[in-house]
């Protein structure tokens, strides 16, 4: 098998190309099996690769712009990816034209909408995708105790306003709230005990979370299942915690929150959060740029 196809570096939710999630894209896909893809994911070392193919003949859509979207890692597949759903969306926008995309993937349907800006930085380009159904899970106290030795948090530490969930809107992130911006940006943990978990209780990243305004937080996102330690903004986690936040009332059901991602490890980005009454699945906006 090759691993011979085109593959794209652009990174999601900053308009520098230092700043948010790189992430690759492989436009088209077709004759690459999972270990060809698993290789390239590697080769590039982000966190996720978006590999692109034809869509399902029940997909539905415009006739050109539905895609079938596979995400891996750089150790495995993973169900959804919200970093890399974005910026497929604009790399097929900069080549299709900006509009309404549908991409079938492992969680389910996603649709994304691609939108022009003032082209004053980045790609010009704003992707909004909508989430999958999202739901909450309690996590069992052994398991919150766990996670906090892993990490090396003391229970203190945590904001009882923010309790700890599991949160889905496409794949699973414990989330944990830090009492303080300090606790955030204190992150040093114990890599092999925290993957271990995480792949016990099936979790994509722990979405560490400091609210620093009625809408405004700061989050972090370890992801030691993926092979790196840090995601720097995390898409499919903001949608999760849209739709948490929205659950257990620390936002009103029609909201727009802000999530400040990778200020502590260099690679600022901003990722928007729109929840609307009577709606139960969540939007995540952001922009992005091409990495030469």
């Known amino acids: 098998m090759t691993t011979e196809a085109e593959v794209l570096r652009y990174t999601a939710f900053s308009a520098d190309p230092a700043g948010g999630n790189p992430a ?48 891996f890692s750089p150790k495995a597949e993973v169900p959804f990816c919200g970093h890399a759903t974005v910026a497929a969306a604009l790399a097929l926008a900069e080549r299709i034209g900006p509009g309404e995309l549908l991409f079938a993937t492992p969680a389910g349907t996603v649709p994304v909408s691609v939108s022009r800006t003032d082209g004053s930085a980045g790609s010009g380009l704003l992707a909004t995708l909508t989430s999958v159904e999202p739901h909450l899970e309690e996590v069992g106290a052994a398991d919150l105790a766990e996670a906090l030795a892993a990490l ?87 949608a999760a915690f849209g739709a948490y936040a929205r659950e257990l009332g620390l936002v009103p059901a029609d909201a727009v929150l802000t999530l400040h991602q990778g200020e502590d490890m260099g690679r600022p980005g901003v990722l928007t959060v729109e929840l609307r009454a009577g709606e139960s699945r969540v939007r995540v906006s952001g922009t992005g740029v091409r990495i030469a």
């Open 24 to 71: 690759g894209v492989v436009p088209d896909a077709t004759g690459l099996d999972d270990a060809a893809m698993l290789e390239i994911a590697a080769g590039l070392g982000y966190s996720e690769t978006a590999f692109l193919t034809a869509p399902p003949a029940d997909l539905g859509g415009e006739s050109g712009r539905a895609f079938t979207v596979r995400y």
């Open 152 to 238: 090396d948090w003391p229970a203190a530490d945590l904001d009882p306003r923010i309790p700890a969930k599991i949160a889905y809107a496409g794949a699973r992130h414990l989330v944990l709230g830090a009492a303080t911006r300090a606790r955030l940006a204190d992150l040093s943990y114990d890599f092999a005990r925290l993957e271990a978990l995480m792949r016990r209780l099936d979790l994509t990243t722990v979405q560490l979370v400091h609210r620093a305004g009625p809408t405004l937080f700061h989050v972090r996102d370890p992801f030691p299942v993926g092979g790196v330690v840090e995601d720097p903004a995390t898409g499919a986690a903001a």
